[in-house]
């Protein structure tokens, strides 16, 4: 499975990159003013040297994890695996995945430590060695594991197909893959792809948003949802010179593992009610960008959206009214700006 990516990558980010700070560009840069208090407060106790040596591009942490399986992409050192490990609690358990020895060699050591500071009978985290584009070499089974995360890692992918066609074969029906990444606005030349350190620094290998729609749909995944995005500004003259043609945005997405979904928004005249019981959510719940269900409001939505509230680990916090037995045509289903601007938006409802 090793190429010569592989192991550039593994010099850059195990050798060259020792700490946050070593990075050349914002691009694998976190924003975690962006989370949640209660997340952030979290990370207060994580342990220094796992946070020292955290690269990421935003807060793929999604909620109601109490109890679930998670797996993390590229975990590195560990500092989103020991904030999950907190938000799963004790009988919960999340799985790290990496490729890269100095990094996992941090993570493994704080093991004890956090299951300490939380106070766990036994660790509930597991650090293993290996391919993300290969899970099943690692022992990730088939339909065991309920949500993915990944932060600004499958960009780095040489193989990005294979990384996707192994999530979905670990996800259990209905479970979700939320992940952060970079993508550009345009295919990166072969050339700048090839270059380790644009490469390291998670922009030459940013994927392309509409080849990211076409391999999904290829995947059997036809709907995914955009959650935030924010542009990402290199900030290095001699980079941006190389590479300053394309356009590149952190993008956080969710994506559920539903057979049923279709390529477009459909109208059913189904209607969803949020319960407001998903805990540090009593008000609203943000589906993606542009879907706020509002405690205890009926909201009228399209078919996808109806069975990624219902057939999730998010059905037990919602009401869906009505079926798919009578179609009433297209659903609007776009953002209110793409309406105004009639801007392209990915994904069916996105």
Same mark, same amino acid.
């Given at each position: ?54 690269? $990421? =591009? !935003? +807060?793929?942490?999604?909620?109601? @994890?109490?109890? #679930?399986? &998670?797996?993390?992409? $590229? =975990? !590195? +050192?560990?500092?989103?695996?020991? @904030?999950?490990? #907190?938000? &799963?609690?004790?009988? $919960? ?12 060699? &941090? ?244």
């Amino acid at each position: 499975m090793t190429t010569q990516t592989h192991a550039n990558l593994k010099a850059y980010y195990g050798k060259v990159l020792t700490k946050s700070e070593d990075l050349q560009t914002n691009a694998c840069c976190s924003d975690t003013g962006s989370m949640p208090l209660a997340f952030r407060q979290i990370l207060k106790q994580i342990h220094p040297e796992v946070s020292d040596r955290f690269y $990421g =591009c !935003g +807060s793929p942490i999604p909620p109601l @994890l109490e109890g #679930k399986t &998670v797996l993390d992409l $590229g =975990c !590195g +050192s560990g500092r989103d695996v020991y @904030l999950l490990a #907190k938000l &799963v609690g004790e009988h $919960g358990r999340v799985i790290g995945v990496d490729m890269t020895d100095e990094q996992l060699e &941090v993570a493994r050591k704080h093991v004890d430590y956090h299951r300490d500071v939380f106070g766990y009978a036994k660790a509930n985290t597991e650090f293993k060695q290996g391919f993300i584009e290969d899970l099943l070499e690692v022992g990730i089974a088939d339909n065991s594991v309920d949500v993915v995360v990944s932060n600004c890692v499958i960009n780095l992918s040489p193989q990005k197909e294979k990384v996707f066609a192994e999530i979905f074969r670990v996800l259990k029906p209905g479970g979700e893959l939320y992940f952060s990444d970079v993508f550009a606005d345009r295919r990166i030349p072969k050339a700048l792809q090839d270059d380790p350190l644009l490469h390291g620094e998670c922009l030459s290998g940013a994927m392309y948003i509409e080849d990211f729609r076409r391999m999904l749909a290829r995947l059997g995944c036809l709907d995914y949802r955009v959650i935030s995005q924010a542009p990402v500004t290199i900030d290095n003259p001699d980079i941006e010179a190389r590479i300053g043609m394309a356009t590149f945005t952190s993008i956080t997405i969710r994506a559920f593992n539903i057979a049923s979904l279709e390529d477009l928004c459909e109208d059913y005249g189904q209607v969803a009610t949020y319960d407001g019981g998903i805990e540090g959510l009593p008000h609203y719940f943000d589906l993606d960008d542009h879907h706020r269900l509002f405690t205890d409001k009926p909201m009228l939505v399209c078919s996808n959206t109806a069975s990624m509230l219902a057939e999730t680990r998010f059905g037990l916090h919602f009401k869906i009214v009505g079926d798919t037995s009578t179609h009433f045509g297209a659903f609007d289903c776009s953002p209110a700006a793409a309406k105004a601007t009639d801007a392209p938006v990915g994904g069916a409802c996105c």
